[in-house]
């Protein structure tokens, strides 16, 4: 670990194991504060390994792509507070400094934003993959596949230790992931696919294939193109999550990085991570309406019941997450923008009143988090629910390939290898039949 990432080295901790044989091995300290002990040493000196389920407290790399702090609520991409990049900047900036550490000159900006643009199509080909899906196919179903496919296409890619190929390919992913999006959609819905416009900027593009038809002209609401950006930005990255960590595993193997990607929305697909936001609109279905939050929320303080109050709280931020309080405003815009009743909505809007007041959720810091906001504004916005978790990954695309990119420039790197807790003692004998 480099002293520039912040990482400072607190000395040695002294192991001391049943047979009475001590082991010195160097406590570090990351910049939000938080200790690891490096035990790269240990498997190779004593043959013992770390037991860690989940690697919930396990560092797998160093980075400086994103910063968290969980107990002050913080979330910073390459150094730039998350609430600066989503209210002051657009898409283009989050997704420069992403990639290249620093926000773009304008100049920079401007010669991102046509290479982003120029990049947007897809293999004529590659859209004759979507025909050999069921007409009932789940749109993450088909990103997977498409987007895995897309290794084929790129064969060179595969040459990762040329830089100029490594950002070429992160420019492709981006660029391509909303086309890629728009035309699973149009496939699950049965609709001609649309193209994409190089007038139109990134998130009016995603509007634009998503809802415009070839037979009639379709007007970009300027104001849900914006909710839609802070929804993307505010997605871009959140350190080592599951999908993040599955992307930095393949990569490892110096795999392909579009099936990289493609092992990371697979990874994204599961409800226990990207599909939170569905999770909420589930939850107020059966909710079903403002009449039914007081029972809810006392099934939600009953630990004996089944029932979660989905959408509050946050594994991560001990505080409010930092995220909420940016799409809680582009909510209230959105819904007075659009003005339409929507009981759904509205049960929303009531239980995020009642819960919010209620001193059993404020003790315990379960708060609205981003997912509450952001599935309620894709919901006002028209988006069906089986998008979100598409929409998510356009957004953390950008994310997993900083961190592909970061990781394929390191000067040393290792394939991923976890042990294994053996189960069983002996060799099993298996008698032939």
């Known amino acids: 670990m480099a002293d ?30 938080n200790r690891f002990l490096d035990v790269r040493k240990l498997q190779p000196t004593t043959g013992i390994c770390t037991f860690d389920p989940g690697f919930t407290s396990t560092g797998s790399c160093d980075s400086k792509v994103t910063f968290i702090d969980g107990k002050k609520g913080v979330l910073m991409y390459r150094g730039y507070n998350i609430d ?90 981006i660029s391509k992931m909303p086309t890629l999006a728009a035309i699973a959609y149009k496939t699950a819905i049965g609709q001609p696919i649309v193209y994409p416009r190089n007038d139109l900027t990134y998130t009016e593009n995603v509007l634009h294939m998503m809802f415009s038809l070839p037979s009639e002209k379709y007007q970009v609401d300027p104001v849900l193109s914006k909710a839609l950006e802070v929804i993307l930005i505010l997605h871009m990255d959140h350190e080592q999550n599951a999908s993040t960590s599955t992307v930095r595993v393949a990569g490892s193997s110096q795999a392909n990085p579009f099936a990289c ?55 991560v931020y001990k505080t409010y997450d930092p995220r909420a309080k940016i799409m809680k405003k582009v909510c209230d815009q959105v819904l007075e923008h659009v003005g339409i009743k929507d009981e759904l909505l509205e049960v929303a809007m009531e239980l995020e009143h009642v819960a919010t007041s209620d001193d059993y959720f404020v003790k315990r810091g379960l708060y609205p988090n981003v997912d509450f906001y952001s599935g309620i504004v894709l919901r006002a916005m028209g988006i069906p629910v089986s998008m979100y978790t598409v929409l998510f990954a356009v957004a953390r695309t950008v994310g997993w390939v900083a961190q592909w990119k970061e990781m394929a420039e390191e000067p040393i790197q290792k394939i991923s290898r976890p042990r294994q807790v053996n189960v069983y003692s002996v060799p099993q004998q298996q008698s032939a039949h």
């Open 84 to 173: 600066d990049l989503a209210e002051q900047g657009d898409f283009t900036d989050s997704c420069y400094a992403l990639l290249h550490g620093e926000l773009p000159t304008a100049a920079q900006k401007q010669e991102f934003e046509t290479e982003l643009t120029r990049h947007t199509m897809v293999h004529e080909q590659l859209i004759q993959f979507y025909k050999g899906f069921r007409h009932d196919a789940h749109p993450m179903a088909i990103m997977v596949g498409v987007t895995g496919a897309l290794s084929a296409f790129y064969a060179n890619a595969s040459d990762i230790g040329d830089p100029q190929m490594r950002l070429r390919s992160c420019m492709r992913l």
């Open 261 to 315: 990607i493609a092992s990371g929305i697979a990874a994204l697909w599961g409800p226990a991570h990207g599909g939170a936001n569905e999770a909420v609109l589930r939850m107020l279905e059966d909710i079903g309406n403002r009449d039914n939050i007081p029972e809810a929320l006392k099934r939600a303080k009953d630990k004996n019941d089944t029932f979660r109050l989905m959408g509050f709280g946050h594994r």
């Open 4 to 33: 520039d990432h912040g990482v400072k080295d607190l000395g040695m901790a002294v192991v001391k194991l049943p047979d009475g044989q001590e082991l010195d091995l160097p406590l570090l300290q990351d910049a939000a504060g």
